[in-house]
């Protein structure tokens, strides 16, 4: 039954981007007390920009391990989709589970006012937890 199978949550792990310049950078952060392994992430995005719906190629990153309270680069997002919904899926392995989980930016959330301090990177930037 499904209410028998045990999904666990991702916790402590986050997305924060950082602007450079006219473009941003995102990166995965890893708040936990241990490491995790095996990291892939998937990121596109979609939406509509000048009235016309616009849609990235995907791409798929593998991090490896990535170590505790460390972060690791993951992508530029071009300034020509900031205006786009940045969508990223985090698969990672801990203790023999597989974990995963979806951070999404939305168009309006990738704008220097919302910036804040952001944990382990040491500047300002945006994040989602």
Do not use: C
């Not at 991090?63 to 690791?72: F, T």
């Not at 530029?76 to 698969?91: A, D, P, R, Y």
């Amino acid at each position: 039954m499904k209410k028998d199978i045990h999904i666990p949550k991702v916790k402590d792990v986050a997305f924060a981007v950082i602007e450079d310049g006219e473009d941003w950078v995102a990166y995965l952060l890893n708040m936990n007390n241990f490491p995790i392994e095996n990291t892939l992430v998937s990121s596109k995005g979609y939406g509509k920009i000048n009235n016309k719906q616009k849609k990235t190629t995907s791409f798929s990153h593998f991090l490896g391990k990535i170590e505790e309270k460390s972060y690791k680069k993951v992508e530029h997002i071009n300034k020509s989709v900031v205006g786009l919904t940045n969508e990223f899926f985090l698969t990672f392995y801990k203790d023999g589970l597989i974990y995963d989980k979806k951070y999404i930016f939305l168009p309006e959330t990738l704008i220097s006012k919302n910036k804040t301090k952001l944990p382990l990177l040491g500047s300002k930037g945006i994040m989602i937890k």
